[in-house]
């Protein structure tokens, strides 16, 4: 059996290497979502698909996860809500199970004929993307929470600088 | 003369029958143009373009209306406003008359040539898409606010369920 | 049982209305999807949806066909064929049956799990929408080929005009 | 060398005849970008693109800045900010200098291999457009921030009445 | 009166000027598009907009045609031919009058309500695109075709070399 | 250093394999792009992104290849031309080198500031994706020109009738 999960990984964190082992003991075949995949460049979303890929990765390979057992790929999203499943479908190996915590992916996916179930719990508060962006931005400690690779990744493309950059207030348009 | 209406009908409501039939008494034929027809299962757009056409063709035969008095055309946004006049009209037949309450589509057909006036009155407070999907979500009484063929179509797309599933709150991102 | 059928109707012709007078004997309500929906002002695609829309919607009244049996919906062209089946289901109600000639369009719907059916014979060489614009544009006889509302609806528009001024072959570029 | 600046310009104001006089003291030529070109028709952005485009033409030869120095280029927003420094490159002849004050805009050409510097310093709190939008729906003294050859355009396209319609809220949804 | 002249200028040539001095002695303002700005790289679109731009912006100025006289837009294409008045409205300050020799372009402008004429004469079959292009990949002479400041242009950016690099043909797929 | 290498891979084929295992001699990661990510179901291009990145996938993992040396991603083809590369690199982790046997491809990237070279020689006659199409519709020996995993995924969706249902002429429009 092949499934699915789809997560927007800005950046990657411990939170989804423990949920994707837990998911491998289900599953044959685990796709791996890049959700906003266009988006980059943002607060909320600093890292493009490419460098999320990137991480994501390199962090399954720190596992030593078998490459055999997963694909990982970049999802834009569209303008209409009930196209979204049909175009994830297009850019995907045939899945039968999706595994997603968000309402609304779960009532397209059930509406497309789909079993769909909540992810293996863990720690969500400490692991979120929300709160390792957040620990960069005000010098904490964010490291902690990465994947070493991950963690060299963000190095790489200078990332913290990024951020930083991008959470400043502009003071008036010209 | 052609007369042309634009609404969401999310979902259609008594007030949409009333207005239409009051506009009927004006023109020969009206356009009515779904509007946002994009979009789809979100707490303010629950339903599809092609559940919206449903709800309202069903709508005007049991008001008895003849066929050959309107056209039925879901209409998508545009990203430009300057655009969305050309839109419309690539859509729908010749019209000459707009009826809208909306100060932008006001403008931008004033802009475009056309005559425009506001939709007749009716009880808006009560006969609004607002006001019936808070009732679905509160289970109190909406059917009371819209056509029993409209209520048949809700029941048979589940629309009520789809609602309640959108309307929860996510508890954190993945 | 809900059905649909899909052309691009440039104009609405004879073989049309034998088409679907014959799928009504065989379902509770028809979806007319009027394809390219975005296409107009060439040669091949002269008319607009909206154009289409008006000619079909006078076609079925002309032949007493009841409103409570068909939808009309125009439906645009998308860029990826493995997403125009949810493309199209967006857009109309529920249906289960499918009504094609096109080898593409019935791959894609039995590919999403749809009961597929070639539309019931008619005459396609005469009635055909190649053969209406080949006349309209040598001046020979188009008018016995299409229903005299549809007639009326080219005339309104002044579509021969068009039709013919967008054959001319241009010069040059400049 | 060749540099650039971006602006909406919703309206052109005596603060950018400023910034682009100083800065064209430091480049050969100077390519002006439109920007949000695509909007139009709202509170916050009124004027088309061709509005903008015409606002600025007149303004520059009012001041006696020969054509030769500069280009004006409307720029439409594109959904990835990370393709964005390639649109821009698209439309414009090559340049070498960037100025913005604007962090993320910055940013991405910054990425992209340019220099980038803020523009000269101007009176940024009263030459706004925020701030000459405000007095034009105010029926405050909005002439004084503004070219002359700019109002003749806006009293040209209407423009004092088009934003006070638009500024107008709406009572409750059709 | 404002006029309107359409070209795609790949590249900007001795007939375009020609044509463009012609319409001046008509109207008070001439607003150039550059037509199917989104290609480049192409045997036949081998230019960005960015380029035809300084090459026309540089050949007005090399005529002494006063900057105050003309408008210079990139216009996109756009997917419905019945919009695309719309879209170039949009971009382009107000006009009353259109000049084109294409028969499309013709139509959808007299369906918006526009004049049209044809541009005035000159030798179209020595001075085209086409045949400026040819000469470029066979190493004829070119340069008397076109503009001594958009041979400058070409140069600067390496133009004949991109050129016949695009018209080389492809052995295989990989 | 990291690769690129885009290919449509219709569908993945020995000499695909042959490419990518020499050039992973000479880079540390190679980027493997999918390209034409929106195109399938036609005869030139029969099958889904989602597909052809399980074909590859598995034809990499049955050849031994560590997961550790290779990205896999689909790319979308853009409207134009001078985007196309910031699109490759918004998808793409970062990448210094590129191979590419398409003239197109190679001027962008050159353009772009990247080192392009000619991908290493095989017999690309007969391992072709149009020589594999061929075969498959002509019943003749595709499997020999594949890797036997590749073969699987075929089979797996029903690849050979998809594509000769694509192939049939239709008769006539409806």
């Known amino acids: 059996m092949r499934g699915l999960l789809v997560g927007r990984m800005q950046p990657v964190h411990e939170g989804h290497l423990e949920v994707i082992k837990r998911i491998l003991d289900e599953v044959d075949e685990l796709i ?21 890929v990137m991480m ?32 994830v479908k297009m850019l995907t190996p045939p899945f039968q199970h999706v595994y997603s915590g ?27 993307g929300t709160e390792v962006r ?10 902690s929470l990465i994947p070493s690779s991950v963690k060299d990744v963000i190095y790489e493309i200078d990332g913290i600088n990024r951020l930083k950059q991008l959470s400043r207030r502009e003071l008036n348009e010209i």
């Not at 906003?36 to 890292?47: E, I, M, N, R």
């Not at 957040?134 to 400690?141: I, S, T």
């Open 32 to 52: 791996i979502g890049i959700g906003s995949a266009q988006l980059s460049h943002t607060v909320k979303d600093p890292f493009t698909a490419g460098e999320r």
């Open 56 to 87: 994501l990765t390199k962090a399954l390979t720190e596992n030593d996860i078998p490459a055999s057992k997963y694909y990982i790929i970049p999802i834009q999203d569209v303008a209409c809500n009930s196209i979204w499943v049909a175009h």
């Open 102 to 128: 968000n309402f609304l992916v779960q009532q397209l996916f059930r509406e497309g004929g789909f079993e769909v179930t909540v992810p293996p719990l863990y720690n969500r508060k400490t692991y979120s």
């Open 134 to 143: 957040k620990r960069m931005l005000n010098d904490e400690d964010w490291e």
